[in-house]
């Protein structure tokens, strides 16, 4: 069972991501704010993140950048599902890579449906490399 840490500062979000993975066999653990990542990471270790950018009082680049100081998430792929459309937020393929990133998502298209089968294909390529 792959465990997924979300990110989503919207709480009834972050509670239909929640039960949507869960339903469909995740263990999953849930912050809406920066501060608490922090805190949740030490007891949780997930296999894969999803994250927004647009996190209140902390922007969401340098959240990506605290993540890769553990050592234990370094290796750990991201899932950017955001409302900041891709191509606004301008990332190149190095910075994406220095992150882990392995899918971005524009949130307001973006299904639980959806937000799965991506996380389904990043597990699975994560796990052929």
């Known amino acids: 069972m792959s465990s997924v840490f979300i990110i989503e500062p919207d709480l009834v979000l972050a509670k239909v991501y929640e039960k949507g993975l869960i339903d469909s066999g995740y263990k999953v653990s849930c912050a809406t704010n920066a501060e608490d990542v922090v805190s949740f990471l030490n ?52 910075a994406s890579k220095s992150y882990n990133m392995k899918a971005y998502t524009y949130k307001p298209e973006t299904t639980i449906k959806k937000l799965i089968g991506i996380l389904e294909e990043v597990i699975s390529s994560n796990e052929s490399s």
């Open 43 to 94: 007891d949780f270790k997930p296999n894969i993140i999803i994250t927004e950018l647009q996190i209140p009082n902390h922007n969401g680049i340098e959240l990506l950048n605290e993540l890769k100081s553990y050592n234990d998430l370094q290796d750990c792929p991201v899932i950017v599902n955001s409302i900041i459309p891709e191509d606004v937020l301008g990332l190149n393929s190095s």
